[in-house]
């Protein structure tokens, strides 16, 4: 019965489907669900209790309820994408129901699709891995892969990662910087592990390169099958699922950063270093991603492991809040800003070494 709160996620689907069905407005349904009702929800149902992880072994693999809980997404998603790329091209509907189809897919791909990808990339499994690319490659950006695993994860609170957010720096800048440098920074990990196993960076086994390749053949599929309008369609849901998941990214670690200690150097990665949201009901639905510190400090636990650890930075709401505040610069500097400097204030003092 454990498991049973994070097959909540799939309520989702239903959302969009009526919506669809009730055509109009009626195409903003999962929108309005996710992140007007959810955000109120969270508030009712209330927060968790922080606690310390249980013993030293790390449960990379959950039992077979908790996983099958990520890994049904992506044939539930999949019939969910190819069902409205059908709709589009038998029915065209209205420019504000295509919006609304658009934007409520998107938030498919990028609240829950996305967030399982990154879930099911950090498992040992080969299967779990693989569907990770598949969920990634759908929305265009399989390269967060290579450079969450090997760039973000290794980097995170230093200028050196594209994914930590600055201090002062709105979301928008954020989101152009994030996309670009995030891509080339996979390009160089990628380009870098090939080179130390002797291969040329320009090859079939850069995945970085067969990743948006995929996309390009997945894009030619539904041209073939169902045309240009479904095409726009499903670039439009990516690229809504992607601005969520770098609202997320923005989120996580916004001016927490590591101090450096010598040249290129910096402290170890703290539970410090990360925004934590305590709200339980975000935290169902979006697989313990809430619970970041710890994610950073047990990277390989599998999402029913994490825990909220006590004395971590903490958001003032779950995502599905911060995610909008995020979008109004001014409300996000007013509300976050003191925070980052009472935080600041706070920094326990650096280790000498002799």
Request: charged share 15%.
């Given at each position: 019965?454990?498991?049973?709160?994070?097959?909540?996620?799939?309520?989702?689907?239903?959302?969009?489907?009526?919506?669809?069905?009730?055509?109009?407005?009626?195409?903003?349904?999962?929108?309005?669900?996710?992140?007007?009702?959810?955000?109120?929800?969270?508030?009712?149902?209330?927060r968790a209790r922080t606690s310390e992880?249980?013993?030293?072994?790390?449960?990379?693999?959950?039992?077979?309820?908790?996983?099958?809980?990520?890994?049904?997404?992506?044939?539930?998603?999949?019939?969910?994408?190819?069902?409205?790329?059908?709709?589009?091209?038998?029915?065209?509907?209205?420019?504000?129901?295509?919006?609304?189809?658009?934007?409520?897919?998107?938030?498919?791909?990028?609240?829950?699709?996305?967030?399982?990808?990154?879930?099911?990339?950090?498992?040992?499994?080969?299967?779990?891995?693989?569907?990770?690319?598949?969920?990634?490659?759908?929305?265009?950006?399989?390269?967060?892969?290579?450079?969450?695993?090997?760039?973000?994860?290794?980097?995170?609170?230093?200028?050196?990662?594209?994914?930590?957010?600055?201090?002062?720096?709105?979301?928008?800048?954020?989101?152009?910087?994030?996309?670009?440098?995030?891509?080339?920074?996979?390009?160089?990990?990628?380009?870098?592990?090939?080179?130390?196993?002797?291969?040329?960076?320009?090859?079939?086994?850069?995945?970085?390169?067969?990743?948006?390749?995929?996309?390009?053949?997945?894009?030619?599929?539904?041209?073939?099958?169902?045309?240009?309008?479904?095409?726009?369609?499903?670039?439009?849901?990516?690229?809504?699922?992607?601005?969520?998941?770098?609202?997320?990214?923005?989120n996580e670690h916004y001016g927490l950063?590591?101090?450096?200690?010598?040249?290129?150097?910096?402290?170890?990665?703290?539970?410090?270093?990360?925004?934590?949201?305590?709200?339980?009901?975000?935290?169902?639905?979006?697989?313990?991603?809430?619970?970041?510190?710890?994610?950073?400090?047990?990277?390989?636990?599998?999402?029913?492991?994490?825990?909220?650890?006590?004395?971590?930075?903490?958001?003032?709401?779950?995502?599905?809040?911060?995610?909008?505040?995020?979008?109004?610069?001014?409300?996000?500097?007013?509300?976050?800003?003191?925070?980052?400097?009472?935080?600041?204030?706070?920094?326990?003092?650096?280790?000498?070494?002799?």
């Amino acid at each position: 019965m454990n498991a049973a709160p994070y097959y909540l996620a799939y309520l989702i689907i239903p959302t969009v489907v009526v919506g669809q069905l009730l055509g109009g407005i009626g195409t903003f349904l999962t929108v309005a669900v996710m992140l007007g009702l959810v955000p109120v929800l969270d508030w009712l149902v209330g927060r968790a209790r922080t606690s310390e992880p249980s013993g030293t072994t790390i449960i990379a693999t959950p039992d077979l309820v908790h996983r099958l809980a990520a890994l049904l997404w992506l044939p539930v998603q999949s019939g969910l994408v190819i069902w409205l790329l059908v709709v589009i091209a038998t029915a065209p509907p209205s420019p504000l129901e295509f919006i609304g189809l658009a934007w409520s897919l998107g938030i498919v791909l990028g609240g829950i699709g996305i967030t399982l990808a990154h879930e099911l990339t950090h498992r040992p499994s080969w299967l779990d891995r693989r569907f990770a690319d598949a969920l990634m490659i759908t929305v265009g950006y399989h390269h967060f892969c290579i450079e969450h695993l090997h760039g973000h994860h290794r980097r995170v609170a230093t200028p050196a990662d594209p994914a930590t957010a600055r201090f002062g720096e709105d979301f928008y800048r954020f989101f152009l910087r994030v996309v670009f440098s995030g891509f080339l920074s996979a390009l160089e990990l990628e380009a870098a592990r090939l080179r130390r196993r002797g291969k040329h960076w320009f090859s079939v086994r850069n995945r970085v390169l067969v990743g948006a390749a995929l996309t390009l053949v997945l894009y030619a599929i539904v041209i073939v099958f169902a045309g240009w309008l479904a095409v726009l369609f499903l670039a439009l849901a990516s690229l809504i699922g992607v601005l969520l998941l770098e609202s997320v990214n923005y989120n996580e670690h916004y001016g927490l950063m590591r101090r450096e200690i010598a040249p290129g150097r910096y402290e170890p990665v703290a539970a410090r270093h990360s925004w934590d949201a305590r709200e339980r009901l975000s935290g169902w639905i979006l697989f313990n991603l809430q619970r970041h510190a710890d994610h950073h400090l047990r990277a390989g636990a599998a999402y029913p492991s994490l825990v909220l650890r006590e004395g971590t930075p903490c958001l003032p709401a779950g995502y599905a809040t911060m995610v909008i505040v995020a979008m109004i610069p001014p409300l996000w500097f007013k509300i976050m800003n003191p925070r980052v400097e009472a935080w600041r204030a706070a920094q326990p003092p650096l280790a000498t070494t002799a």
